[in-house]
């Protein structure tokens, strides 16, 4: 079983960086697809990106596309998100979450492990 650690969020204003860090431990990293979702007050848990286990196969929700990017470390057990050009809409809570399947799943209900998440607020 795989643990999961976030951390890289903060306050930034609105046009803005921030690189998330998901640690993992506890399991063999590179045998699971790795994703990252977010969920704002008040709104339903969102898929942001994820990465397939080589790290060659990637996808976004479309209104990240050419902001975010996913990458992942397979010798340091860690999966990234690098944010470019954030704006306020993307406050939310980010996690990251690892899954054993074979495709890149887009809901959360496929993901088998999760982190805690990272506070991330863009102000205007």
């Known amino acids: 079983q795989v643990q999961l650690v976030e951390s890289g969020g903060g306050l930034v204003q609105a046009g803005g960086s921030l690189r998330l860090s998901c640690s993992a431990s506890g399991g063999t990293f590179s045998s699971y697809i790795m994703g990252w979702f977010r969920q704002a007050p008040g709104k339903e848990r969102e898929f942001v990106a994820a990465?397939?286990?080589?790290?060659?196969?990637?996808d976004y929700i479309d209104s990240v596309k050419g902001r975010f990017t996913i990458s992942r470390d397979n010798a340091k057990n860690t999966v990234y998100l690098q944010m470019n050009s954030l704006k306020p809409e993307d406050t939310a809570v980010y996690s990251c979450a690892a899954t054993v399947k074979n495709v890149l799943p887009i809901d959360a209900y496929e993901y088998n492990y999760w982190g805690q998440g990272t506070q991330v607020t863009v102000s205007s």
């Open positions: 990465i397939t286990r080589s790290g060659l196969g990637i």
